[in-house]
């Protein structure tokens, strides 16, 4: 763990009895980002989606200025000779994903989201594979392609022949190509400058809110944008302050406290806590082909994670 990477001060400040429970909030932390595809749906035709992306980062940004503006404040020279690198980084990680995460959902199902987005870590371990040469067993190699079999099953509908004749859901395709910006995203934290991890974050996310402006103009320019609705503006003050913000700070703490490797594994409750929540929300149906597709991913996600080599 890198000198000062936990996001001190926020627990010990407003929630000490958490500052010392790793499993708690990475429990937390799932389930919001599972929440987060709930949010998506919901605020179709109450906020437009690059409304909701450009407000999401605006939100988290006052939320990180009050929070950790100490921390900002001494570390925020260090972070200059990286300029580029950190608006790569919050173009793909955070403005990309999240533009086509919210575009997404227009078109596809939370369920369908929240699966493909528990993905991710197949697809950071296939980037590595063909980026950085990591050496990748037999057994993780199985487990891609059972991940990816999922995906397939899901973009589908449980019919993997429509594929062949270009028959697939827009929006699972964007969820898709966002899972992958994620996945390039995290790959790059490979190279993050030697900073606390929560400046790091403060940084990319002030790159988000930059970056989502081009969008929102173009939004507004095609007559997509409208006015937020007020369960819009309640959407956007939940996935700002929670998915945005609280979530990141909660797993930058838990990795800090028990390591990555550790913290990673619990991301596999995404694409659990995902469905269950649409199911229970917004009353999606879970079909047998959903079914199908998410022991597909969390079965190769977890033959690709226990047959590698394991760390803290």
């Known amino acids: 763990m890198r000198s000062g990477s936990s996001p001190t001060g926020l627990f010990s400040s407003f929630l000490p009895w958490l500052h010392n429970q790793a499993y708690v909030l990475l429990v937390f932390t799932t389930l919001i980002w599972g929440a987060n595809a709930v949010a998506a749906r919901l605020a179709v035709g109450e906020v437009s989606p690059m409304m909701l992306t450009f407000s999401r980062w605006i939100v988290c940004c006052l939320a990180l200025g009050l929070c950790a503006?100490?921390?900002?404040?001494?570390?925020?020279?260090?972070?200059?000779?990286?300029?580029?690198?950190?608006?790569?980084?919050?173009?793909?990680?955070?403005?990309?994903?999240?533009?086509l995460f919210y575009a997404a959902a227009h078109?596809?199902?939370?369920?369908?989201?929240?699966i493909i987005q528990g993905t991710i870590p197949v697809l950071v371990l296939l980037g590595s594979l063909l980026f950085f040469r990591t050496r990748v067993g037999g057994?993780?190699?199985?487990?891609?392609?059972?991940?990816?079999?999922?995906?397939v099953v899901v973009a589908s509908g449980g019919h993997p022949a429509l594929l062949a004749e270009l028959g697939f859901n827009i929006g699972d395709?964007?969820?898709?190509?966002?899972?992958?910006?994620?996945?390039?995203y995290a790959l790059g934290l490979r190279r993050r400058p030697d900073v606390p991890a929560i400046v790091f974050f403060a940084a990319t996310a002030a790159v988000a809110c930059l970056v989502s402006v081009p969008l929102l103009v173009a939004e507004i320019a095609m007559g997509d944008f409208f006015v937020p609705t007020p369960t819009g503006w309640a959407l956007v003050l939940f996935v700002g302050l929670l998915p945005s913000f609280a979530s990141q700070v909660t797993f930058i703490h838990a990795v800090g406290l028990i390591g990555p490797a550790r913290a990673g594994v619990f991301l596999n409750l995404v694409?659990?806590?995902?469905?269950?929540?649409?199911?229970?929300?917004?009353?999606?149906?879970?079909?047998?082909?959903?079914?199908?597709?998410?022991?597909?991913?969390?079965?190769?996600?977890?033959?690709?994670?226990?047959?590698?080599?394991?760390g803290r």
């Open 107 to 114: 078109h596809t199902t939370a369920i369908n989201i929240a």
């Open 173 to 184: 395709v964007w969820m898709i190509v966002a899972s992958m910006l994620y996945a390039a």
């Open 139 to 151: 057994l993780q190699l199985v487990g891609v392609a059972l991940t990816l079999a999922g995906i």
């Open 69 to 99: 503006r100490r921390q900002i404040a001494l570390h925020w020279r260090s972070l200059l000779p990286s300029w580029r690198f950190i608006t790569v980084m919050g173009t793909l990680g955070f403005t990309g994903f999240n533009a």
């Open 271 to 310: 694409p659990i806590f995902g469905p269950l929540l649409a199911v229970l929300v917004l009353g999606e149906p879970l079909s047998l082909y959903h079914a199908v597709a998410l022991a597909l991913v969390l079965g190769g996600i977890y033959i690709a994670e226990t047959s590698g080599p394991r």
